[in-house]
């Protein structure tokens, strides 16, 4: 961030209100916001992780334990069975959908 003199950039009618609300102290200004992309987005990760949770959740239904997909996917148990609930839970609404 790069300060910058006021008098500088803004025309003076603006200088000097800003003026009468605040004396020699640093104001920030924000920009203008914009909407950010989302973790994984630019990168491509948040796609290969659906990808990995997708696979993951596949060979648990086609029988692979919990313990061997933390060993194969180099997991935690823990996280495994996180990956499991949130895929089961995303099938049934997609299957609630479909049926209404």
Known sequence: MNYR???D???PRLLKE???YIQGELVYIPKVSQ???LWGEI???????AKRN??????YLEGQSAEELAGSYHLSID???KIITKM???SRKAALVQQS
């Open 18 to 20: 800003l003026q009468d």
């Open 35 to 37: 909407k950010r992309a």
């Open 43 to 49: 990168s491509g990760s948040r796609k290969a992780i």
């Open 9 to 11: 950039v803004l025309p």
């Open 79 to 81: 996280s495994i069975r």
């Open 54 to 59: 997708q696979e993951i959740y596949q060979a």
């Open 5 to 7: 003199n006021g008098k």
């Open 88 to 90: 089961r839970c995303a």
